[in-house]
């Protein structure tokens, strides 16, 4: 990025995508063997294609950018690479209130029609007017979006700098026509035969099992090698090991224990796996209620958490235990660290800490061996799905440590359609989650603490699932909204304050640095992301993946 008269300029180029049209005609023929792949285990499948509804196919399977596409690819594993997409560029202004994207030429919707700035414009406003659609916590504009020529210019109440990634990368584009033919826009049924997207892919049959996506004909990017991809419905984690071992499945995103010998081992010249580190793994509290409203509770939890046996024994080595109450994610973050909080946390439970700290808040062990005070006991579910055995295997584990240690933690197994419903309308008292991942600390942060994002307990939320309400950390996640993401020194700056409220009064609790889980086989395509070319989290999921898709190879 540079900057030039007090305007802050994005160094994104209007390029041609010749990493995406290279992949060529001649690559893909009618012939091709269909692509196989899922993303998320235990879903069950409804013919809902809308990409604002968190309860429906594509949402629940992470695949709606087979259909719809964001304007820009941002590679959340190298911070500040960026492909342009559906705008060829973008440009700061007015002290990181406005943004102006300058949108691409010659690209259709999956219909024939063209794809238009006044497009992009609808999909922004009616996000804006339709609290429930803003699945990515995109922030309130302060006037509605407008175009001027090929560009369409949006207007912020404060600086955005560090929402880029959401409101460029995350939010995917749907036609003008979307908000008027579906409503309510957040709960409204889009059927397979009527998806219209500008991606490389339609459905063209759906099944309770299996969905079916054929290459989009009027694709501005090309051709993919993969003339069918299919989307399969898998139960459990260990049922896709098997799939993926028959050779059912090309691509899949799980934790599977014994990768390696299930999985790897099987033919090492074409079965692999890319766990890149994506985000960090938290216990979310509801804070409302009793007693994890109290942050000795909450602290004396996080003592008796023993962090390095979730990482060995709950995921199977595949990720390793938190170093740091921050909520940053390390060593990717390490720059934003502050120094009192590195190693702040054992990897191990200490017993002999969680007494002292409940005891030095009043609590007293009553006779069923569990500490109380006021006759109320520290009692507590862990809402995981089954069918995400290693996040249900981690629940047990932190259930038999905690209640050891005086607090009364039990499992809750769901199927993962509840844990979504659940997590959103904070019908929980605590769920392991995955944190939102991101090039710098504000995608964790907002995701956590923004209560702008949240909704009353019962209201579906797109953020702060947990309900923490905070007006001084409000302000500072603005601070940090409002920090030019290229200074290093100014975002560490604006982010320890929101470190230091993770760490000392622990909204969420960091368990794990969680892994971006990417099973794949080359038997049939190459090009996949890879340790040694990681040129994008790798997991087959939104929005990376038409990106990702557009650089395979028959094998």
């Not at 502050?338 to 191990?348: I, K, L, M, S, Y």
């Not at 200490?350 to 007293?364: E, N």
Request: proline letters at 6%; one cysteine or more; glycine letters at 8%.
């Amino acid at each position: 990025m540079f900057k030039k008269a007090g305007v802050l300029i994005t160094a994104v180029a209007c390029v041609s995508l010749g990493l995406v049209t290279s992949v060529g005609l001649s690559a893909a023929s009618a012939a091709s063997p269909p692509l196989v792949l899922e993303g998320n285990t235990g879903v069950t499948f409804t013919n809902n294609f809308n990409p604002y509804d968190s309860n429906s196919f594509c949402h629940e399977m992470s695949v709606c950018s087979l259909v719809y596409e964001p304007l820009f690819q941002f590679d959340t594993i190298k911070a500040g690479v960026v492909h342009p997409w559906l705008a060829t560029a973008y440009q700061w202004s007015n002290g990181g209130k406005t943004l102006t994207f300058t949108i691409r030429s010659g690209v259709k919707w999956s219909n024939g029609a063209a794809f238009t700035p006044a497009d992009v414009a609808a999909t922004f406003n009616g996000v804006n007017d339709n609290a429930a659609a803003n699945v990515n916590g995109l922030p309130p504009l302060a006037s509605p979006a407008t175009v001027n020529g090929n560009q369409v210019v949006l207007t912020y109440k404060t600086p955005e700098y560090s929402n880029i990634v959401a409101i460029a990368g995350d939010q995917l584009m749907v036609p003008s026509s979307f908000w008027t033919t579906f409503s309510p826009v957040a709960t409204a049924s889009v059927s397979n035969t009527q998806a219209i997207g500008t991606g490389p892919y339609v459905p063209t049959s759906y099944s309770s099992s299996v969905v079916d996506y054929s290459v989009n004909a009027t694709y501005w990017g090309g051709t993919p090698a993969a003339s069918e991809v299919q989307v399969l419905s898998v139960n459990t984690n260990a049922n896709a090991a098997t799939d993926l071992a028959d050779g059912t499945l090309t691509w899949a995103g799980n934790d599977i224990a014994n990768v390696n010998s299930i999985f790897v081992n099987k033919d090492k010249a074409t079965n692999h796996t890319f766990f890149a580190p994506g985000n960090t793994v938290t216990l979310e509290l509801n804070v409302t209620k009793a007693p994890l409203n109290n942050p000795k509770v909450r602290e004396a939890i996080s003592v008796g958490i023993n962090r390095r046996v979730l990482g060995i024994k709950g995921e199977s080595g595949y990720e390793k235990p938190a170093t740091s109450l921050s909520g940053l994610i390390l060593p990717n973050q390490a720059a934003y660290l502050g120094a009192q909080f590195r190693n702040d946390v054992r990897p191990t439970n200490d017993p002999a800490m969680v007494r002292k700290i409940l005891t030095s808040a009043g609590y007293k062990k009553n006779r069923q061996g569990f500490y109380a005070k006021n006759g109320k006991e520290i009692k507590f579910t862990i809402e995981d799905p089954i069918a995400y055995s290693d996040y249900y295997a981690d629940a047990q584990l932190m259930s038999s440590e905690l209640r050891s240690e005086g607090i009364d933690a039990t499992v809750y197994g769901v199927q993962a359609s509840q844990w979504y419903t659940d997590s959103a309308d904070g019908n929980f008292t605590s769920i392991e989650h995955w944190g939102n991942g991101g090039t710098d600390p504000y995608t964790q942060f907002s995701n956590w603490l923004d209560y702008t994002t949240s909704a009353p307990i019962g209201k579906s939320a797109v953020g702060d699932y947990g309900r923490y309400h905070n007006a001084a950390v409000q302000r500072d996640l603005s601070k940090l909204a409002a920090t030019n993401p290229s200074d290093t020194a100014a975002v560490k700056a604006a982010s320890l304050p929101l470190e230091k409220v993770v760490a000392t009064t622990l909204p969420v609790i960091p368990l794990l640095y969680g892994a971006t889980w990417c099973e794949y086989s080359t038997a049939t395509y190459t090009g996949f992301p890879t340790p040694s070319n990681p040129y994008m989290d790798p997991a087959p999921g939104d929005p990376q993946m038409p990106y990702i898709l557009m650089q395979l190879k028959r094998a």
